[in-house]
């Protein structure tokens, strides 16, 4: 992709700096500068600034760059195309930084020894039980490196850590029992790859490396000549690229609109020199001495900075001594070995190490930029001064945006006058997307690429969309069960709602009065009142769902300008919301069926309605329907079309061979179920019957969600008749039972050995011993006696 970076604002700033959306009530947007909502006022009248931070592009991008990216363009959206606003949208790339670096020699060097080595003999075993003694070494201290038994010992001694993958051992955080699970399950693939690599039936190379690569790529770089990184950057290079690809290809995939302007890190060295070196010059900055190699790192000196009268940490103040946020933002720079003033200094410019790349700096030296100081320089460049919005994840709001707001107002800041710069007006941070609590991440590997989820149907682009849309863009979001149930849900409303609209537009009802509109102008006040409210789509989409719920509740009695204005304003917000691609027609991808095969649907629908309307008459008459049937299309079926033209062709001779044989209106009825449940539903097209029997069955795709609602109803049914068919079963036991008892006389059934003497119905008088048998006894006994002869009665029995 060529670069578009500009060097200088986009356009000519207005004179005015007075807004020119005076509507009321203001747009008012959370601002994590100020912690609070505020007025959303641009500098320069309806022209919006807007500086986002992009992505580090040393790996396929996941779910949780997704939630980032997609929020964000929901939000551009709502800035263009709802409220109007001219907005220039810039956004940069970070194609160099220490991930890179390490990414890409451990890339480079597990190359060439895959090149080297393409079969499995002993010296891959060799190195790669090398590797693995370094990798547990230096990640899994509880494990000795030699062990001839790695998966026993780690199911031993990381059990109690490991073997719950969702809640850690007390005072061990989530993101740290995730990088326990990740490290043990690199070790124990390893450790399966060599056993199986000794084994009667070896790995392929490919499979081998696959379970491999995670402990030889960083034992391999670990110990490679890494001298030629600092002037050849193609290994950096080659990584950036491919990946930077990959990541506008799932935005692209996503919906999610392009940037007017990419930057690149590695694009703008000089005027980051040209940036840090004014700030040096302002004092707010200063050199560590020069290394070995006549190096040196420039950090930012935050006390002389706040002596000027300035601020630092704006966004995050309660984090500025948060070593652990400082050393995630800052890696081994973050230490203070006596080059920093402070431990609270960050590094504007890097010496660069042995491996890395390198540039040139008149007054330092070689070395390379620090992380920080990328944004501040490309987002001045191209947007100026001044700036709107600066958006990105809420983990960048410290150090990252806090350390760009103290170095761009250093940078900008009139030390004669004293006067305070205000770099960036508004700061936007989006919330994470965790997986059982902790922060989706590369290097925990607890992630699912975009484009594995969209290519597995795990999710759609308008899916996960619709997800980000339900809650709130600045709040962390977790994936839940009842979470994806809520976003189906609403899916499957407005399409429903969709397809029963383009309905009344190929098959009017009639009613030809002007649009009501007092429901639908609620509903756009409510929605304009969500949007102003710092873009609360939570509810936004709820009003949007209660509108559809109140025309679902009239809708019989709904005129069809009525429901058609609904409609057409729902799918024009659904299109903001960037949950479908811009059209002139009502609705949504994938909600019609495919166009080579409406003629034979449609004509197929057409007849079964007939079928079901005449069979429904009384009295029916099985002639009259023949008549009735619209002529098969005569056009030729289009590629795709052919199982639908035979279709038509078998039902049409089913229905003549059932008129002909004048058989009931059941049968009728029975073919019309047929043509619904059988014939188009294996075709994926589902006849939909409406409430409204005057009105004709919709043609719409057969859906997974309409899949999983027949199969729950089968399986209801399966159980229903299991449980019928079981009863039965009893029943039938029970009377089988009966019957053999039933066998035996009242009289007969007392003359056992039991008993010695007995009355003339066969009651016993007198127990085996000849003794008298009790009152009690013998009225129980003619208690059986009595059931016995009301059983024989009751199955006929003689």
């Known amino acids: 992709m060529a670069s578009q970076r500009r060097q200088q604002p986009p356009w000519d700033p207005p004179t005015s700096t007075s807004s020119a959306n005076n509507s009321s009530p203001p747009l008012r947007i959370y601002n994590s500068l100020t912690r609070e909502k505020n007025d959303f006022t641009p500098i320069y009248n309806n022209h919006v600034t807007w500086y986002a931070c992009g992505p580090t592009v040393y790996d396929d991008s ?5 939630r980032n990216y ?15 606003y001219d907005v220039r949208f810039v956004m940069n790339i970070t194609d160099v ?92 693939s390893a450790a399966d790859a060599l056993d199986y690599a000794t084994s009667a039936e070896p790995l392929t190379p490919d499979e081998f490396y696959a379970m491999t690569d995670d402990v030889l790529s960083p034992y391999l770089a670990a110990h490679g000549d890494t001298s030629t990184f600092a002037h050849d950057h193609s290994p950096f290079k080659t990584l950036t690229t491919h990946f930077e690809d990959r990541f506008f290809r799932d935005l692209d995939d996503l919906n999610v609109r392009r940037p007017d302007v990419i930057t690149r890190v590695t694009e703008y060295v000089p005027q980051i020199v ?14 560590t001495k020069p290394d070995k190699e006549g190096s040196r790192s420039v950090y930012f000196d935050i006390s002389t900075f706040e002596k000027g009268g300035n601020a630092y940490a704006r966004l995050e103040p309660w984090n500025r001594n948060d070593q652990a946020l400082v050393a995630d933002g800052e890696g081994s720079l973050s230490k203070n070995t006596g080059e920093k003033r402070s431990d609270a200094d960050f590094a504007l410019w890097k010496s660069s190490k042995e491996g890395e790349p390198k540039w040139h700096s008149d007054r330092w030296g070689p070395g390379r930029p620090g992380w920080h100081i990328e944004c501040s320089v490309m987002a001045s460049d191209v947007l100026g001064p001044k700036i709107d919005i600066h958006s990105g994840g809420i983990d960048l709001a410290f150090p990252h945006h806090d350390n760009e707001i103290a170095q761009s107002e250093a940078y900008f800041h009139d030390k004669a006058t004293g006067h305070q710069h205000q770099w960036v007006n508004y700061f936007l941070h989006m919330g994470h997307l965790s997986i059982q609590g902790a922060k989706m991440s590369k290097s925990l590997k607890n992630f699912t690429t975009i484009r594995t989820s969209l290519e597995r149907g795990d999710w759609t682009p308008r899916s996960l969309r619709t997800v980000f849309l339900l809650g709130p863009w600045r709040d962390g979001i977790e994936i839940t069960d009842d979470l994806v149930k809520e976003g189906q849900a609403w899916e499957s409303k407005v399409t429903n709602f969709f397809i029963k609209a383009v309905d009344r537009v190929r098959n009017p009802s009639g009613t030809s009065s002007p649009p009501d509109t007092s429901a639908l102008d609620k509903a756009k006040s409510d929605f304009d009142d969500a949007l102003r409210d710092s873009f609360d789509t939570p509810k936004a989409m709820q009003v949007i769902s209660n509108h559809i719920t109140d025309l679902n509740s009239q809708m019989k009695s709904l005129s069809d300008s009525t429901l058609i204005e609904s409609a057409k304003w729902i799918t024009e917000m659904v299109q903001m919301f960037g949950l479908t691609s811009g059209t002139d027609s009502i609705g ?22 007939t079928i079901r309307r005449e069979a429904r008459a009384k009295p029916f008459n099985p002639t009259s329907i023949s008549g009735q049937l619209e002529a098969a299309p005569d056009a030729a079926p289009t590629k795709g079309a052919e199982p639908f033209k035979k279709a038509l062709e078998d039902a049409r001779s ?11 209106a ?12 059988k014939d188009l539903w294996d075709l994926d097209v589902y006849l939909e019957d409406p409430d409204d029997p005057s009105r004709p069955a919709v043609a719409r795709p057969l859906t997974a969600e309409l899949r999983t609602q027949r199969e729950e109803k089968e399986a209801r049914a399966a ?18 039972a009966e019957r053999e008892k039933a066998k035996v006389k009242p009289e007969e059934m007392y003359r056992t050995k039991e008993w010695s003497e007995w009355d003339a119905d066969g009651v016993p008088t007198k127990d085996k011993e000849g003794n008298e048998v009790s009152k009690s006894k013998i009225k129980t006994l003619k208690k059986g006696w009595e059931v016995q002869k009301k059983l024989r009665e009751r199955l006929g029995v003689n």
């Open 654 to 664: 089913d229905v003549e061979l059932l008129i002909k044989d004048s058989k009931p």
């Open 70 to 84: 997609v929020t964000t363009d929901i939000i551009r959206r709502m800035l263009q195309d709802y409220f109007k």
């Open 719 to 736: 159980a229903k008749a299991a449980e019928k068919e079981k009863k039965e079963k009893l029943a039938r036991e029970k009377e089988a």
């Open 274 to 287: 040209d940036f840090v070196e004014k700030i040096e010059d302002k004092t707010y900055a200063y050199a």
């Open 666 to 677: 059941k049968d009728f009825l029975d073919l019309a179920d047929r043509i619904r449940d």
């Open 62 to 66: 996941h779910l949780g760059h997704a």
């Open 588 to 609: 949504w991808e994938g909600m019609d069926i495919p166009e080579f095969s409406k003629p034979w649907v449609y004509a197929l629908s057409s007849m079964r309605d």
């Open 97 to 188: 930084d220490d991930k890179i670096i390490v990414r890409a020699r451990q890339n480079h060097f597990l190359r060439q020894f895959k090149s080297a080595h393409p079969s499995i003999d002993e010296s891959v075993v060799q190195e790669t039980r090398k590797a693995v003694e370094e990798y547990i070494s230096q990640n899994l201290k509880k494990i000795s490196p030699t062990s001839n038994n790695i998966r026993g010992d780690i199911q031993k001694v990381e059990a109690a850590d490991a073997s719950n993958p969702v809640q850690p051992r007390a005072g061990v955080s989530l993101e740290d029992h995730a990088k326990l699970l990740m490290r043990v399950k690199t070790v124990v």
